[in-house]
């Protein structure tokens, strides 16, 4: 039945209304709603993840064209992007994918945000939406602990098998100053290397192996 005529059409769009503001009623023409997210990540080689959101127009109007952004950890700077989609009114979505890649592939707890901005949304409560992230698997091969470095430093290996390591330093000229072997077992290794006689400076550490093979630049300083 329709809702103002009787005997008329048995359905009939109900107008939304924005009671948020203070003041006066509002009718809603524009309404672009960061509904999900689809992908947070999708790791590739390069541990990078793609970022895909899905949008609703819940407003009348025809959306052609929105900006998009998202952040990690509040203190990076977002990534910003317009998207060319056309989204139909009444509850029409699409679902869209950043360019920009997000690297979520180290291990910890990432807090992920999207939201839309200068969109001319008569309606902004429904812009932002966020996700907690924890990575629980550590696939870092090779990590240095500290650096910079006063006397000694720490190599962190996570091996697949067991190897001897050929690890050297090396000043930025590529004179060799330090050389030793070691070996490591199929799982996680810590090396730490002290007995070397450097100056204060920049450096680099040479890791070879027959599964490893890394440079990686570490800074001498003072005590």
Request: with cysteine.
């Amino acid at each position: 039945m329709d809702a103002s005529t009787p005997g008329g059409s048995n359905c009939a769009w109900i107008d939304m209304i924005d009671f948020a503001g203070s003041g006066s009623v509002r009718y809603i023409q524009k309404d672009l709603q960061v509904a999900r997210i689809v992908t947070p990540i999708q790791k590739d080689r390069f541990g990078q993840g793609t970022v895909t959101v899905k949008v609703l127009n819940l407003g009348k109007d025809i959306i052609n064209g929105f900006n998009l952004a998202y952040e990690l950890n509040d203190h990076s700077s977002p990534v910003v992007q317009f998207f060319e989609n056309q989204v139909m009114p009444y509850g029409d979505s699409v679902t869209v994918s950043f360019k920009a890649k997000a690297d979520l592939s180290k291990y910890g707890i990432y807090k992920f945000i999207t939201y839309g901005f200068n969109n001319n949304d008569d309606y902004t409560l429904n812009d932002t939406l966020w996700v907690n992230i924890e990575n629980t698997e550590n696939n870092e091969i090779l990590s240095i602990f500290t650096n910079p470095f006063a006397d000694q430093f720490t190599i962190f290996i996570n091996s697949r098998y067991a190897d001897r390591l050929q690890i050297s330093i090396t000043s930025v000229t590529g004179v060799k100053l330090y050389n030793v072997e070691k070996n490591v077992t199929s799982g996680k290794n810590e090396i730490v290397i002290s007995d070397f006689r450097l100056l204060p400076s920049l450096y680099y550490l040479n890791i070879r192996g027959s599964t490893i093979n890394r440079t990686t630049s570490i800074l001498k300083i003072n005590k």
